[in-house]
């Protein structure tokens, strides 16, 4: 349960700030201006504001399964390093 958590923490720690980006999110912007000065459809804006949401979430799911890939147990090896303070 708490890796859930993690997950969904981590989620909303990259969504807000996936939000706050505001060079990304210039096409939802666009729309949205476009919206109001042409009368474009809001299914534009939804389909920016869900194409951009779902590219942040992707980008988020690649960053948790490198990490997931990247926590392999190494074995401890012995130091053969001749100057170092450990090494006897």
């Not at 474009?40 to 779902?54: H, N």
């Not at 980008?59 to 147990?73: D, K, T």
């Amino acid at each position: 349960m708490k890796k859930i958590g993690n997950f969904l923490y981590g989620l909303m720690f990259v969504l807000f700030f996936r939000i706050s980006s505001w060079l990304c999110s210039v096409p939802m912007w666009l729309t949205l201006i476009l919206h109001f000065v042409i009368g474009l459809s809001w299914k534009w804006f939804i389909a920016t504001l869900i194409v951009w949401l779902l590219a942040g979430f992707i980008r988020y799911l690649l960053i948790v399964f490198a990490r997931w890939g990247g926590n392999s147990e190494m074995p401890e090896r012995e130091n053969k390093n001749p100057y170092s303070h450990k090494n006897n």
